[in-house]
């Protein structure tokens, strides 16, 4: 049903809806952050920055090491280069994060992007075996972590379980919100500051990312289909254009072996279901990493 727009103003504006496509199973490249409503543009893709803050561009190829750190990374000792950083992404990482759980260090499901949650992880991991705590994984600290934990299993690297919801945004904290983690890849529906149910999220992929930022719903179809991929988007709740919080029978399928066009998927549809029938038009969304 849709509340607050005709109908050919509602398709014109669902243009850009987005449906699931193949390629990388990582999380989208997180955009550049937006302060109110979204852009006419896609933005540009960056690292895990919060607003204000600089990061890197560029992904690197799954299972390629990184020679730098990125910006906003911990400083390295003189000489001492880092094999993963914070802002970097790839298939080492994830191995790197399911390793981490193993030693108790680290709670959220391998995702293959080195966030502040890894930061956080490396460092105690550094503290706790005498290497200097960068935050960043240079050789010495791998050959520890490889040491101290086994090959990870194809379950661990890519559980099915539910991930563990992030810290919630500072604007999540008022009124009704869905409040949307890139990091951990979750959606929290909160009200008033209190979490009501959370469930698992994807997003869009490095060349088609969801926003980040501060946005509303702007209206709700609970029977949708894109008008340019022509998939179906059950509950479909716009509030970035034609980027939406919507069902995935994709994502229910591939899991995180595929992406969207930029829409916030959820693999749990009677979940999403009663979110939907709770959600009103003008309640805020939070994209944020």
Same mark, same amino acid.
């Given at each position: 049903?849709?509340?607050t727009?005709g109908?050919?103003?509602?398709?014109?504006?669902? &243009?850009t809806?987005?449906?699931?496509q #193949?390629?990388?199973?990582g999380? &989208?490249?997180? $955009?550049?952050?937006?302060a109110?409503?979204?852009?006419?543009?896609?933005?540009?893709?960056? +690292?895990?920055? #919060?607003?204000?803050?600089?990061?890197?561009?560029? $992904?690197? !190829?799954?299972?390629?090491?990184?020679?730098?750190?990125?910006p +906003?990374?911990?400083?390295?000792?003189?000489?001492?280069?880092?094999?993963? /950083?914070?802002g970097?992404?790839?298939e080492q990482? =994830?191995?790197?994060? /399911?390793?981490?759980r193993?030693?108790? %260090?680290?709670?959220?499901?391998?995702?293959?992007?080195?966030?502040?949650k890894?930061?956080?992880?490396?460092?105690?991991?550094?503290? =706790?075996?005498?290497?200097g705590?960068?935050? /960043?994984?240079?050789?010495?600290?791998?050959?520890?972590?490889q *040491?101290?934990?086994?090959?990870?299993?194809?379950?661990? %690297?890519?559980?099915? !379980? !539910?991930?563990?919801?992030?810290?919630?945004?500072?604007r999540?904290?008022?009124?009704?919100?869905?409040?949307?983690? @890139?990091?951990?890849?979750?959606? &929290?529906w909160?009200?008033?500051?209190k979490?009501?149910?959370?469930?698992?999220? =994807?997003?869009?992929?490095?060349?088609?990312? !969801?926003?980040?930022?501060?946005?509303e719903?702007?209206w709700?179809? @609970?029977?949708?289909?894109?008008?340019?991929?022509?998939?179906?988007?059950?509950? *479909?709740?716009?509030?970035?254009?034609?980027?939406?919080?919507?069902? $995935?029978?994709?994502?229910?399928?591939?899991?995180?072996a595929? &992406?969207?066009h930029?829409?916030?998927?959820? =693999?749990?549809k009677? #979940?999403?279901?009663?979110?939907?029938?709770?959600?009103?038009? +003008?309640?805020?969304?939070?994209?944020y990493?």
């Amino acid at each position: 049903m849709i509340r607050t727009l005709g109908l050919a103003a509602a398709v014109a504006l669902a &243009a850009t809806a987005c449906g699931p496509q #193949k390629g990388d199973a990582g999380p &989208a490249a997180p $955009s550049a952050p937006v302060a109110g409503k979204s852009p006419a543009g896609s933005p540009s893709a960056q +690292g895990d920055a #919060k607003p204000g803050e600089s990061s890197p561009a560029a $992904s690197p !190829t799954p299972g390629a090491s990184q020679s730098a750190s990125a910006p +906003g990374s911990a400083p390295q000792a003189p000489g001492v280069k880092p094999i993963m /950083a914070n802002g970097d992404e790839s298939e080492q990482i =994830r191995e790197l994060q /399911a390793r981490l759980r193993q030693l108790k %260090l680290l709670s959220t499901a391998p995702t293959g992007f080195y966030g502040s949650k890894t930061t956080t992880a490396v460092k105690t991991f550094q503290s =706790r075996h005498g290497l200097g705590a960068t935050g /960043a994984v240079d050789g010495a600290t791998w050959q520890k972590v490889q *040491s101290l934990s086994k090959k990870p299993t194809d379950e661990e %690297l890519r559980p099915p !379980t !539910t991930n563990e919801v992030d810290a919630p945004d500072p604007r999540c904290m008022q009124g009704r919100v869905m409040c949307i983690s @890139k990091e951990s890849r979750t959606l &929290a529906w909160m009200i008033d500051g209190k979490v009501v149910s959370t469930m698992d999220v =994807r997003f869009g992929s490095e060349n088609t990312p !969801t926003r980040e930022g501060l946005f509303e719903v702007g209206w709700k179809a @609970k029977d949708w289909t894109s008008t340019i991929y022509h998939t179906a988007m059950p509950y *479909s709740m716009f509030f970035s254009e034609g980027q939406a919080v919507h069902y $995935s029978a994709d994502f229910a399928a591939r899991g995180y072996a595929g &992406a969207s066009h930029g829409c916030v998927n959820v =693999r749990d549809k009677a #979940k999403l279901s009663a979110l939907f029938d709770q959600v009103k038009v +003008g309640d805020k969304v939070v994209v944020y990493w």
